[in-house]
T-cell receptor, first 113, second 116 residues
Framework: SQKIEQNSEALNIQEGKTATLTCNYTNYSPAYLQWYRQDPGRGPVFLLLIRENEKEKRKERLKVTFDTTLKQSLFHITASQPADSATYLCAGPPDSGNTPLVFGKGTRLSVIA | EPEVTQTPSHQVTQMGQEVILRCVPISNHLYFYWYRQILGQKVEFLVSFYNNEISEKSEIFDDQFSVERPDGSNFTLKIRSTKLEDSAMYFC??????????????FGPGTRLTVL
């Protein structure tokens, strides 16, 4: 069955550096991937979507890439700030149908001042 | 900015009791969802709802669960006889009108359900 995996549970990074989070997918070819931010005790908040035919997408300090050869999406936060500390979730469409999202477990990012 | 709201924020119940979790999706959205997240685990899909009926549901969404849109604004999830393993955060989400192929979803803040 399809899997979306975020293999790093946690990432600690110094303020000002670039954080890079990884999302791998197996057993299917998603038409898109989405990235969400989740703060403790809160719902996921949509950040970015990248389609399979797009190599890269940017929004302010955020950049997402989609590599169909490596079956991977990378999520970058440049000039990271303590306020960026949160769990970041990768999500994609299901095997069939379109409406529910399949989420990875998330990577907890801590930006240290 | 419009947002999805959920009530209550925290619900404590005894095993075997019925609970109803409430959501008000964003007003011009047509697709509605329930997800749950057990502490420390992935966000898992439960059910999607469109045009006043369930469009998809997961294996988790068994006969103990039901959803309803009782009026033009509310969307509810009912668990008939709660079990200890139903303890989780329950998130409601909505997405805009049909034709949004890429399915950006807007999540509510969640209801923390604790079953004792």
């Amino acid at each position: 069955s399809q899997k979306i995996e975020q293999n790093s549970e946690a990432l600690n990074i110094q303020e000002g550096k670039t954080a890079t989070l990884t999302c791998n997918y197996t057993n299917y070819s998603p038409a898109y991937l989405q990235w969400y931010r989740q703060d403790p005790g809160r719902g996921p908040v949509f950040l970015l979507l990248i389609r399979e035919n797009e190599k890269e997408k940017r929004k302010e300090r955020l950049k997402v890439t989609f590599d169909t050869t490596l079956k991977q999406s990378l999520f970058h936060i440049t000039a990271s700030q303590p306020a960026d500390s949160a769990t970041y979730l990768c999500a994609g469409p299901p095997d069939s149908g379109n409406t529910p999202l399949v989420f990875g477990k998330g990577t907890r990012l801590s930006v240290i001042a | 900015e419009p947002e999805v709201t959920q009530t209550p924020s925290h619900q404590v119940t005894q095993m075997g009791q019925e609970v109803i979790l409430r959501c008000v999706p964003i007003s011009n959205h047509l697709y509605f969802y329930w997800y749950r997240q057990i502490l420390g685990q992935k966000v898992e899909f439960l059910v999607s709802f469109y045009n006043n009926e369930i469009s998809e549901k997961s294996e988790i969404f068994d006969d103990q669960f039901s959803v309803e849109r009782p009026d033009g604004s509310n969307f509810t999830l009912k668990i008939r006889s709660t079990k200890l393993e139903d303890s989780a955060m329950y998130f409601c989400a909505s997405s805009p009108q049909r034709g949004t192929v890429y399915n950006e979803q807007f999540f509510g803040p969640g209801t923390r359900l604790t079953v004792l």
